[in-house]
């Protein structure tokens, strides 16, 4: 049976653990692919991927997730900041003085009822503070500096904030009473052979109603240098964003002759953002690379072979060398 479901208002984490339950694949283990896992199961990413490496990371989901890497951390409390403002307070915790004093206050009454000398000065030693961070984390909320969170806000205002804004499109997009932030697809998508693969994607921003109907899908890239070409290059983007529009367009939340495209926004002043639409030809050399890749982790599930790396190429470079070599000999 085709998956086809649009959850809203899903939470990553149950997003990010979603497993399928109909069984047509064995060999994925209920595992549904989504854009990034694709990077695992690609020779040609700078780390070379492997079907050995996919099923280790996402069948056997033994993989390393890093959630609290600072990087990670910033670009979810951005996503949230600038795409689902009212959520932003009760997902994120900001570090600041204020609730520093808070936090000191709370220990130094505890103190003083223990009959012990009250600290002078906050530190993250204190079990106040220690217990507080147990309580965000049971509640689900991340802690944020306060650096962080004026970054955050400079950047919003440079996407959604005409005064501050270098492209005025970014402000145009923000502006509709139509969009939805976060939707997650669970869709069939098809591979190089047409033989459908059970997938997900969680879409930072989409319009049904925009382009006289035809749709827009928007992906928020946060960035430390102004190099959105080559990053659409080295990460791949293109062919994420080719994967997004396949599956809104199969799950009918916009026509396949929608728009789509990314904001860049500069991590670092002036916080310069852009938006730029993928052009068809984008979109197509995406499509056939993800196709591509559905189609080995597809036959890898149906021969339940998982290969590793394989032969050892060298680099160009030295097989000029090589051959430099030879000639001499």
């Known amino acids: 049976m085709k998956m086809n479901k649009i959850e809203r208002n ?194 930072d921003y989409v319009d049904s109603l925009a382009n006289d109907g035809r749709g827009l899908i928007v992906d928020l890239k946060s960035i430390a240098e102004w190099s959105p070409g080559y990053s659409i290059d080295r990460f791949k983007w293109y062919r994420q964003m080719a994967f997004y529009k396949d599956i809104a367009v199969a799950a009918g939340l916009v026509t396949k002759d929608c728009e789509c495209g990314w904001i860049f926004c500069e991590k670092s002043a002036p916080f310069e953002a852009h938006y730029h639409e993928a052009e068809d030809c984008l979109i197509e050399r995406g499509r056939i690379e993800y196709k591509y890749l559905l189609h080995r982790i597809r036959d890898c599930a149906e021969t339940g072979k998982w290969p590793g790396h394989g032969k050892i190429v060298y680099p160009h470079s030295l097989e000029k060398k090589l051959e430099e070599v030879q000639q001499l000999v």
């Open 10 to 203: 899903l939470n990553f984490g149950h997003y990010q653990n979603y497993r399928n339950d109909d069984h047509r694949l064995p060999g994925l283990s209920g595992f549904v692919v989504n854009s990034s896992s694709l990077s695992d199961i690609d020779e040609e990413k700078k780390d070379s991927g492997s079907a050995a490496r996919f099923k280790w990371n996402h069948i056997l989901n033994k993989g390393e997730k890093n959630k609290k890497a600072p990087a990670l951390t910033f670009g979810r409390a951005f996503h949230s900041f600038v795409l689902e403002p009212e959520e932003f307070g009760e997902e994120y915790i900001v570090e600041d003085n204020l609730l520093y004093d808070e936090i000191l206050l709370k220990a130094q009454n505890k103190q003083i009822e223990q009959k012990r000398k009250p600290s002078e000065k906050f530190s993250k030693n204190l079990t106040a503070w220690k217990e507080f961070v147990k309580d965000m984390e049971f509640m689900g909320k991340e802690l944020i500096s306060a650096s962080s969170y004026e970054l955050i806000e400079a950047m919003a205002r440079s996407i959604n904030n005409s005064n501050f804004a270098v492209d005025l499109k970014c402000v145009e997009i923000f502006r509709s009473y139509d969009f939805e932030a976060e939707v997650s697809l669970f869709h069939d998508l098809m591979d190089l052979s047409g033989k459908p693969v059970p997938c997900k994607a969680r879409l």
